[in-house]
């Protein structure tokens, strides 16, 4: 049934059926299911063009779309791509020229990966090359390429476009090995301008057009930083343990740098400094949370406000008096309640490619004529979604038990008041490095409204506050970071926000392995539990699935959930499925990479073997979570269906 027809049937349905059956403002399961169709837009250096990356409503296929700012009616080009492949990075190195990373998605739980080819294209769609990539034999040069068997990325751009950009390449036969090449677009032609012996680097370049800095985690999982002296790299060493320092760019005279900086392992700061680490001068901080959202100004470059990546977010500037400070404080009076995002400037700065988003709203793109002020609206993220008929997202903070402050974000089910409602608990995936933030989210504004309270906690392991406390959740998969969710659950029940009787838990990926888990470790908190294409027997991580593919993913395995068998198989929801007391709802993508289908198998025959009640719900051809629109309906109906059954209106409360 086309999902206009639908809605519209729901409407003359909900005419003729009794005023409780339905609810006058419940929206579509469809509206939630569906995928926005526009992102990534960004702005030509003479601002007469936007190219963004476009996907279709079943979210399989994807292109690159340009269209003219003059006329919008109708794309000046469209590149489009095969299944499941789209770009994961697009940049202008021209008015006319664009250089695009490639990657794939199987699923919507998983972030695009690189797939590390680089391709081009002119403004018109014409003059199409491959730059880098595996495929060897493409691209205009493809007859003199055969080494060319890697991945490669970009890494910046010149300051001013001129058809060039920085490639990173990682060699597929040489390990350890990263270098950096100067790449004429047009031509696709290059020149090596830095190369040093560690694998998997990304490489800062300066005005020179020379190498400067090197980063990122070696073949051990270590997060390193080379500077390079005297034509060799250093390696910088750490003042403390839990230090970390990142570069990001060049001040505008080129005589400092801009960083990320932790003396302690604590939230990262932005410095700016020398080179090589002298004179350096404090430009944001916040004792709870890192400094992110960085903004940016037109050429030459420099952050003027930045926000912490907890809490509501709160831009504080650097300098107010820029002009380009004063500009974003005005357009943040224009949308009030909304946070608004620099994204970048035509060369000349006359033209601003911007977003504006919130809890409830999950954005648009606009552009503003500099000098004229003028604000035009280009595209609404979801045009589907009524903002005014989403929940309020509330970030606030408790006590763990151990006395670790954490965030948890409250999502408020729209006229429910807040008091005693029935709750589910949405833990986020990843986990490390991941966190769940005051912006919209799909999964907690559909269960809110449904009637649910949503509860999401930042428990140790998550992002967004330091080395410390992303190492802190290491090796503590199913015991300390399932004890700071159920201390989330208990500060929530404490402070009469949920009904103790009615609390379930419901998560994707890492969040369905803590969906199990939490029911083992916390006997009697939960009336249900969904798992949706988690995790559920560790040690398989190491046998199955594309984090175990290669020696970094193993490195990583090692460090975040370690090698002991006994260890492993103790926090296994698998392993330990007996003491799961609550009935389970098992939904997994048969085509899964990330976390492989025979995990939810593995669960599936565990609960069998304990005699323990479940439901299933798994779908050929869907990866790391269902994309398929239809799949995603069918799926937030049966969860809804699940929950309601347990915690609903409707269930009974007797306790298991």
Sequence with gaps: MPYRFARTALSVLCLLAPAAACAADLVPVEDFARHPQISMPRLSPDGKYVAVRADTDDGDNHALVVYQISDMSAPVSTLRMPKYELPTSIVWVSPTRLVIEKGKQFGSIDKPMSTGEIIATDVNGKNQDYLYGYESNLGTRGGTRGADHGWGSIDGLPEQANGHFYMGSQSWDTTNQSSLYDVNAQKNTRALIGDIGVGGMTFMTGADGKA??????????????????????????????????????????????????????????????????????????????????????????????????????????????????????????????????????????????????????????????????????????????????????????????????????????????????????LPHGGPHDVQDTWFYDDDAQFLASRGYLVLQVNYRGSGGRGANFKEAGYLKWGTRIQQDLIDGVKWAIAEKYADASRICVYGGSFGGYSAMMTTIRAPGMFKCAVGYAGIYDLDMMYNKGDIASNKRGRNYLRTVIGRNDADLAANSPDKLADKIDVPVLLVHGEADQRAPFAQAKAMRAALEAAHKPYQWLSKSGEGHGFYDEKNNIEFYNTLQAFLDKYIGPKASVASN
């Design 212 to 425: 400067h800095f090197a980063y990122g985690h070696d073949e051990n999982y270590q997060f390193v930083v080379f500077h390079r002296e005297n034509n060799a790299w250093a390696r910088l060493g750490v003042q403390s343990t839990g230090a970390s320092f990142a570069p990001i760019g060049f001040t505008p005279d080129h005589q400092h740098i801009y960083a990320s900086y932790s003396p302690d392992g604590g939230p990262v700061r932005l410095v700016e400094q020398e080179e090589t680490g002298g004179n350096r001068r404090e430009l944001g901080k916040d004792e709870f949370g890192s400094v992110g959202m960085l903004q940016w100004s037109p050429l030459p470059s420099q952050p003027f406000a930045y926000s912490a990546l907890t809490g509501v977010p709160r831009l504080v500037y650097t300098d107010s008096n820029l002009p380009t400070a004063k500009l974003h404080m005005a357009l943040s009076l224009k949308f009030p309640g909304k946070v608004v995002d620099f994204i970048n400037y035509s060369e000349d700065g006359g033209q601003l490619l911007f977003s504006v988003t919130s809890d409830r709203d999950p954005g648009a793109y606009l552009l503003i004529d500099t000098h004229t002020y003028k604000v035009t609206k280009l595209f609404d993220v979801a045009p589907w979604i009524d903002p005014n008929k989403m929940a309020e997202r509330r970030p606030l903070r408790f006590k763990a038990s151990d006395g670790m402050e954490l965030e948890a974000i409250l999502t408020l089910p729209k006229g429910a008041g807040e008091a005693n409602l029935p709750m589910v608990l």
